[in-house]
């Protein structure tokens, strides 16, 4: 195959679907993504048209190229979809999502392509090399790519049936938000900046929504009950009833599916190429947490209700909509923390630089603000340097505005390949901030969920830097992706780095050392509790997906699971089912959080307390981990960087540090 041949399969200038048009027409975003598919497809018939012996360089390559062009296409349809401020532009990015995922399910039952990977011959091909065709051939396998052509039509036909229910379950979650009204009274313990973005109109009435901004500190400072309730009720029913058959439709599609392929249930055929390998391994998982955790919730629980009770004497039970302002409540209490009162030094400006900052002097890059196009004027873009050369680029879209996903996330934009495309990769988030009058004051949970988010972009763009399309940035094993970004976060912790952005919004001056401990103190208590929830909504997504669909009452698992793991009284009403967005993209897989929340915590500790920027591990998990993308397996790079398996050690220090720091009695 003539080199040309395959650059001319690989290769595109027209990256951005935005500089195409496409973040404003329809149109445009719908014929840059037939370009990209096209490409994907010319790539694919070079490959099948190969004669003769197949090695890497006349298969692989062309193989690569058009997983490429796939990434690329299916990532903006994605991140338009998400994102983009016209609902005709957002319908056709949803229509093109479908497309970029039916192409997908038709390649991975493409015999003709499985047989040439197949037949390569593997000669002088690197450990990572091999690991991308070991991967893709099982990826190809657990398909039904070995099942007959009836078969294999019939399976194209299911997975196709699962991403319209996927994409239409996502995007009445996104659509779907709410609103209450509320009065003036009823915004009692609310902080003052609230109260100044959401003034009562002519009729005395207050319009609140269910985005992050406006229900998040409803749940935690709103001293009326009944306020937080509604609140709760109409977040938790964003997407109800809509979302209740579409749901139950979606996991019994997914049930034909894994039968067909031969699988008890879909949770074993979705943890089959996993770090965990099955369902069976999955719940021994899930029962040594939820040993680990018993005892600390009871304890948490105790505590709470007692303080409780000193304020509401006779009461018998906090429901689930009280229990994060009795949290909050109690901490204040305990610990003698407010958490508003650290909000002040919590502008998103600030923290954004400071999140910046972290990674750049952790991770020996350099972040330069870019000129670059994005697809919303509100979004800033970043390129990233390392010794002079630029090796990638991230955009910030961090505010909630109409038609905005509402959730958290990181999503790539461009695959990266070593000498081809630089990565790229995006944050869609919804901080507070956004506007000139509004300084953005975050929670100190915010912060650390800021954190969160950057370590999935680092990923992305530190391991980006690899050879093959296939292995890069975020393609890893679905139950590891979550450690580098909970290995972030744990960088909140530094006092020394808090300090160096914790600055008052109108002062300037730096969040005192007393109340940083104060806060980790108070941040610690709830820990166990955190636990249980993740318990909690693990057990659901593996649950819906390991038994007959046709058994399943959403209303009455839901309830029974959270009865039997959370002590906070369920409340009549909720669905919360209907707007669980992770069932989608996780599935049965959601323990993948506090699995790789225990590698996370372990990795952490090989970081110098005193020191955490400073020291060589930076170095060590930047090489041994980030960078290598999806080139080895997870399991690998855990040895890689530890020496050892991962061991429950850290994480029950971190379960436990609460009730070893914490004083056991209340203040008056």
Not at 282 to 288: D, G, M, P, Y
Not at 450 to 457: A, I, R
Not at 477 to 500: A, C, N, T
């Amino acid at each position: 195959m003539p080199v040309e041949t395959v650059a001319a399969a690989q290769v595109t200038n027209d990256v951005h679907s935005w500089d195409a048009g496409g973040a404003s027409s329809p149109e445009a975003l719908a014929a840059w993504v037939s370009a990209r598919l096209a490409a994907h497809e010319a790539a694919l018939a070079a490959l099948l048209a190969v004669e003769g012996e197949r090695n890497l360089e006349n298969t692989l390559r062309l193989y690569d190229a058009a997983i490429e062009h796939l990434a690329l296409a299916g990532a903006q349809a994605g991140v338009l979809n998400s994102v983009a401020a016209d609902r005709a532009v957002r319908d056709q990015a949803q229509m093109e999502a479908q497309r970029v995922a039916m192409t997908g399910s038709a390649l991975s039952l493409n015999r003709g392509v499985y047989d040439a990977l197949a037949a390569m011959d593997m000669t002088g091909a690197s450990a990572a090399t091999r690991h991308y065709v070991e991967r893709t051939l099982l990826g190809y396998r657990l398909a039904g790519v070995d099942k007959d052509k009836e078969t294999r039509d019939r399976l194209q036909a299911l997975h196709e049936k699962a991403t319209r229910h996927s994409l239409d379950f996502s995007r009445n979650i996104q659509d779907g938000a709410k609103t209450i009204m509320a009065t003036q009274a009823e915004l009692d313990g609310l902080p003052p900046d609230y109260l100044g973005r959401h003034q009562p109109d002519a009729g005395g009435q207050i319009t609140l929504t269910t985005d992050q901004p406006d229900m998040q500190p409803v749940m935690s400072f709103a001293s009326n009950a009944g306020l937080r309730e509604r609140m709760f009720v109409a977040y938790n029913t964003r997407a109800y009833p809509e979302n209740k058959q579409i749901l139950l439709d979606l996991l019994s599609t997914r049930q034909e599916i894994a039968s067909v392929l031969g699988f008890r249930s879909w949770a074993d055929l979705a943890t089959a190429d996993q770090m965990m390998g099955s369902a069976a391994n999955v719940r021994t998982f899930l029962a040594k947490l939820e040993e680990a955790s018993r005892e600390g919730a009871v304890r948490e629980h105790e505590q709470v209700m007692q303080f409780v009770r000193s304020r509401q004497p006779g009461l018998k039970a906090i429901d689930i909509t009280s229990r994060g302002y009795w949290y909050e409540q109690y901490r204040r209490s305990a610990f003698d923390f407010d958490s508003q009162s650290v909000r002040p030094y919590f502008p998103y400006e600030k923290v954004e630089a400071g999140v910046l900052e972290t990674a750049a002097k952790l991770f020996k890059i350099e972040f330069r603000k870019s000129s670059a196009t994005a697809w919303d004027k509100a979004v800033s873009v970043f390129d990233v340097f390392e010794e002079g050369i630029q090796v990638g680029r991230f955009y910030l879209d961090m505010h909630p505005r109409e038609g905005k996903d509402k959730w958290f996330s990181a999503a790539p934009v461009v695959t990266g390949v070593r000498g081809r495309y630089m990565p790229e990769a995006a944050l869609i988030c919804n901080f507070p901030g956004g506007t000139a009058d509004d300084p953005g004051l975050l929670q100190y949970s915010d912060v650390v969920t800021f954190f969160h988010e950057f370590g999935h972009l680092m990923h992305a763009i530190l391991g980006g830097q690899t050879e093959w399309a296939g292995v890069s940035g975020f393609a890893t094993e679905g139950d590891f992706i979550e450690v580098p970004s909970q290995m972030l976060e744990e960088f909140f912790r530094d006092e020394k780095l808090l300090q160096s952005f914790a600055k008052h919004y109108e002062t300037g001056e730096v969040l005192p050392a007393e109340i940083i401990r104060k806060m980790k103190t108070a941040g610690a208590f709830g820990r166990a509790d955190w636990t249980r929830t993740q318990l909690y909504y693990t057990t659901l997504s593996l649950d819906l997906h390991d038994q007959d669909p046709a058994q399943i009452d959403f209303d009455e698992i839901t309830k029974r699971l959270y009865t039997s793991l959370v002590p906070w009284t369920w409340l009549e009403g909720n669905r919360m089912y209907a707007s669980f967005g992770h069932l989608t993209g996780y599935s049965s897989n959601y323990y993948t959080y506090a699995f790789d929340k225990v590698i996370a915590l372990d990795f952490f500790a090989q970081f110098d307390p005193a020191d955490p920027l400073g020291c060589d591990a930076g170095a060590r998990y930047r090489k041994l981990v980030l960078e290598q993308g999806g080139s080895k397996p997870g399991r690998a790079m855990v040895r890689d960087f530890l020496g050892r398996d991962e061991e429950f050690a850290a994480f029950s220090q971190w379960l436990n540090e609460e009730f070893e720091v914490q004083g056991l009695g209340t203040r008056d």
